[in-house]
């Protein structure tokens, strides 16, 4: 039999899930004090004229001075926000990057093993600072480190994010335990395993749940979305985006995907363990995209897991009425998260009119006709519990 996933082979553990165990960094180092302060002024700068001049006027960004890997992290998520901000800071989309943003983006990048774009790991997962030290890292006790134009919509937007991903952390053990079970052939265990599961895809829910009480669709679409697009599928950038001094790319346009919360590995992992398949289509092709805008250890940890004992198939024949029972809640809870996103999706950005062409209301920010794919999405995964 395949062998059982262990979290902590991939940097994840159950107190923090896929986030980072060190609380993210809040600046970096002396030698680019220029570039941090640029991000940490970024509603301010927005407001202001001629952002992409103040981008060319910035000292050239060192690389070699960034510390550790919370300050790469930092890095990342500073020059990608900036990266964004110059792309969408005009009603002309930028057709070029500029070598002084460009080549540190692309650098950085290249250390944390994702494309020079804005992705979901910097946006949420590595942008988050407690009030109380020892507090929970849950909405109430985070705030962000960084934002485009500020404001409670765009803070609690992504704080919402951050504390799925927390709460994500006792699911993500529960996988491993229950491949355990299931290779020793252990039907309790399994079941114990499963209630934690179901526990925490109810924790997940209730907070995705909560995303209106302070993140207005209106507001959402017209100030918080139109700087997380990307450059494929873009009305604005049909050829991409060229990045001068990047030599890899041999001046040619690349066409990244924007950020999105499908590039979280909280569900791909869920879909793994629960064996919710999806069909082989473009929809499918769309999901593998997005594991290389994740980070690679997450993607492994995905790929063990699918690769793991199967519990699908001990849950099939081991005919026990109570486990079959919480297997299918499990699968379930996937299915009402993906029916609440889709509700999401409807409200906050199809209902909305679109006022500018790099925004789309038609297009996800990832370049997908999303209401489509989510509607598929939640089916296939209604359609496939566990026959009692």
């Known amino acids: 039999m395949s062998k059982p996933v262990k979290i902590s082979d991939y940097g ?44 060319k006027s910035l000292p050239d960004f060192k690389v070699d001075k960034l510390n ?23 009603n002309e989309a930028a057709h070029t990057l500029p070598a002084k943003l460009a080549l540190p983006w692309y650098q950085v990048g290249k250390k944390v093993g994702r494309p020079p774009i804005l992705s979901y790991q910097s946006y949420a997962s590595d942008n988050w600072r407690r009030f109380e030290k020892n507090g929970p890292i849950e909405c109430g006790n ?74 207005d669709p209106y507001i959402y679409f017209h100030r918080v979305r139109p700087y997380i697009f990307g450059w494929r599928n873009n009305p604005s950038l049909p050829n991409g985006v060229v990045y001068e001094g990047v030599d890899e790319y041999k001046g040619v346009g690349q066409k990244f995907r924007g950020e999105t919360g499908a590039q979280s590995a909280i569900v791909p992992a869920m879909d793994a363990v629960l064996g919710i398949e999806h069909e082989r289509d473009e929809l499918r092709d769309y999901l593998m995209e997005m594991r290389h805008y994740m980070p690679p250890e997450h993607v492994k940890f995905i790929e063990a897991a699918e690769a793991g004992p199967s519990v699908r198939n001990f849950v099939n024949t081991a005919n026990r009425k109570s486990l079959t029972q919480i297997f299918n809640d499990c699968v379930e809870i996937v299915a009402n998260f993906r029916a609440l996103h889709l509700e999401y999706a409807g409200s906050y950005i199809h209902a909305q009119s679109q006022k500018t062409p790099g925004n789309p209301s038609a297009v996800g920010t990832g370049g997908t006709p999303f209401m489509i794919y989510l509607r598929k999405h939640r089916d296939e995964t209604k359609a496939q519990t566990v026959k009692k």
């Open 142 to 215: 985070i705030g962000l480190l960084q934002c485009f134009l500020g404001g409670q919509d765009e803070e609690w937007f992504i704080l919402i994010h951050i504390d799925i991903e927390k709460k994500a952390g006792k699911g993500l053990k529960a996988i491993e335990e229950a491949q355990i079970a299931v290779a020793v052939n252990d039907a309790d265990q399994l079941e114990k395993a499963m209630i934690k599961l179901r526990e925490s895809l109810q924790a997940m829910y209730a907070t995705l749940d909560r995303m209106p009480e302070r993140c």
């Open 12 to 55: 994840i553990t159950e107190e923090f899930g896929y986030l980072p165990t060190q609380d993210p960094a809040q600046s970096l180092s002396p030698g680019n004090e220029a570039w941090d302060q640029m991000g940490k002024d970024l509603p301010k700068l927005l407001m202001g004229s001629d952002f992409r001049n103040r981008v």
């Open 68 to 90: 550790g890997e919370a300050e790469i992290r930092r890095a990342m998520l500073v020059l990608s926000y900036i990266g964004q901000a110059y792309q969408w800071s005009s």
